[in-house]
């Protein structure tokens, strides 16, 4: 099944049981998040919530939209999150010998692939109302932490173009709202937005700018994927729904955005102007510190009339960026099988904050060959800053953490066929990392920051006396 719209996704939710209306008021200040992120550490990841009424916009908004696998598959049209590794599997099996090695890259060159490219729509819902004097003060985003340094959106995709080659790019990066019509973006060093802004700045131009919000579920998960710089994540969106996405014109730039998001908020950025964006509570469970990021003059603001404000918090797991996660894991998992035969499965835990370590089966490598592939894996860089927990034998299931240390904690010697990566500081399972014999530090530093990164009391007992005012 494919989604259109936001309005589609939620209206098959709450038909399986899987949506929770929030009917009384609430404050997008905190006490949204703090809902959320009890609901999203609930048995199961908790349903999808669609808080009606917040306080100070007239706009509804959505969270822990993908906050299971069960939803996260449904998103993106399959029984499973393994059913993604099969497709990637089948796609890829269309290159040719010579264009194997190129993996994700050699995409375009593919006649499957080339049919999802997006279209432009004839009438765009994204664009029923257009607020040419924008005022972002009007719209619900979320303060999540009470240590941030204020309101960000942190489910955009956000629209950029090469300047040189004219190669969209779409990428989630972290937004905040500076004030009535203008934000900061926090781009990833290196990926698209990022080099794209670069090369403005060189070229001293500004640069045009979208940030649009919700549409098919396929689209924002295609944002947060790293994608080779040829890949259109958009086309890339339209191979994981199993039909062309459609793209509509923004009104005062030459970018085009999903034609069925709920809103786009459309601009440019100066060259060389920037200003401070943090701190911000991360998914890690530390607050990431305040850095000059560059800054988006809004010029407009479109959306729909029924417009419903799509939202995530980020937070320690679980959470609902883990199962974003996971898709992303399976999607990529055939990558790895294809140059290294040898991997049987992989495993992100969302217990390592799904990229601070990974659990790699491995059948019939032997010592030596195992100690190689970790180190080619490594260098690679295909797992990003994950360390490497490598298990030989492919009788151990990666996925149960329980047999993978059961296994850990009574091998007489686990050197001699596990194999432990000693770069890149300390493994991010503390009691893993301490059968190991390694010092793991990280449990008592992320208890340290635990209260300064929760709710405050008077918040705690809000929420408590308000709980079954939300419905649960």
């Given at each position: 099944m ?15 049981g899987?949506l929770h209306?929030v ?8 006490e949204?998040a703090?809902v959320?992120?009890r609901?999203?550490k609930?048995?199961?990841g908790g349903p999808?919530l669609?808080f ?6 007239a ?9 299971s696998?069960?939803?996260m598959?449904?998103?993106?049209g399959?029984?499973?999150l ?5 497709r ?16 994700l890259?050699a995409?375009?060159l ?6 999802f ?6 009438a765009a819902?994204?664009q029923e ?14 303060q ?5 340094g204020g309101?960000?959106?942190?489910l955009?995709?956000?629209f950029?173009?090469d ?8 990428g ?14 926090r781009w990833h060093?290196g990926?698209g ?12 131009e ?17 944002a947060?994927?790293p994608l080779p710089e040829n ?13 062309p996405l ?7 730039n030459?970018l085009?955005v999903?034609?069925?998001a709920e809103?786009v908020?459309?601009?440019?950025m100066?060259p060389?102007?920037?200003?401070l964006?943090g701190p911000?509570?991360n ?5 990431m510190?305040p850095?000059?990021?560059?800054v988006?003059?809004v ?5 729909r009339r029924?417009c419903i ?7 320690p797991p ?7 996660a996971?898709?992303?894991e399976r999607?990529f ?12 499965d ?6 390592w904050?799904f990229?601070?370590g ?6 019939d490598?032997g010592?030596?060959g195992?100690?190689r ?7 690679s860089?295909m797992l990003?800053?994950?360390r490497l927990?490598v298990v ?5 299931d ?8 059961w296994r ?6 686990w ?10 500081g300390?493994p ?6 301490a059968?190991l ?5 990280r ?9 300064e990164?929760?709710?405050d ?6 929420i ?5 005012e939300?419905g649960?």
């Open positions: 494919k989604f259109d719209t936001l309005h589609d996704f939620l209206s098959e939710l709450e038909r399986l899987e209306r009917r009384v008021e609430v404050d997008p200040l905190l949204v703090a959320t992120d609901v999203s609930t048995t199961g999808a669609l009606e009424r917040v306080s100070g916009a706009v509804p908004v959505a969270t822990n939209l993908f906050g696998p069960r939803r598959a449904l998103a993106l399959v029984a499973s393994d059913d993604l590794a099969a990637m599997e089948a796609l890829l099996a269309q290159l040719p010998p010579g264009q194997a090695s190129q993996g890259a995409l375009p593919l006649e499957e692939f080339r049919r490219a997006p279209v432009v729509a004839g819902g994204c109302v257009v607020d040419e004097s924008p005022d972002l003060a009007h719209y619900p985003f979320l999540c932490w009470p240590g941030d309101r960000f959106i942190t955009p995709q956000v950029t173009r300047p040189e080659t004219g190669l969209p790019n779409c989630m990066y972290r937004v905040r709202i500076f004030d009535e019509n203008s934000v900061g973006i060093a990926r937005g990022e080099l794209h802004w670069r090369k403005y700045r060189e070229r001293g500004r640069m045009p700018v979208a940030v649009a919000l919700g549409g098919d579920p396929a689209a924002m998960v295609a947060t994927l890949v259109d994540e958009m086309q890339f969106a339209g191979w994981l729904r199993g039909a459609e793209l509509t014109r923004c009104r005062t030459e085009f999903p034609a069925g809103m908020i459309e601009g440019y100066e060389g102007e920037t200003a964006d911000f509570g998914h890690t469970g530390f607050s510190p850095a000059e990021v560059p988006m003059g010029t407009c603001i479109t959306r029924d404000y799509p939202a995530t918090v980020v937070g679980p959470a609902e960026d883990c199962f974003m996971k898709a992303a999607l998992f055939p990558l790895l099988r294809r140059r290294w035969p040898a991997i049987v992989i495993n992100l835990p969302l217990e904050i990229h601070g990974a659990i790699v089966s491995v059948r490598a010592v030596g195992v100690r592939l970790v180190e080619e894996v490594w260098a860089g990003g800053a994950a927990l030989v034998d492919d009788d151990t990666v996925r149960d953490l329980s047999r993978v240390a850990v904690m009574n091998m007489a010697d050197r001699n066929d596990l194999f432990v990566e000693e770069g890149g300390t991010p399972l503390p009691w893993l990392g059968r014999g390694i010092d793991a530090t449990k008592e530093r992320f208890r340290s920051v635990a209260p990164f929760g709710m009391d008077a918040t705690k007992r809000q408590e006396e308000r709980w079954r939300y649960f």
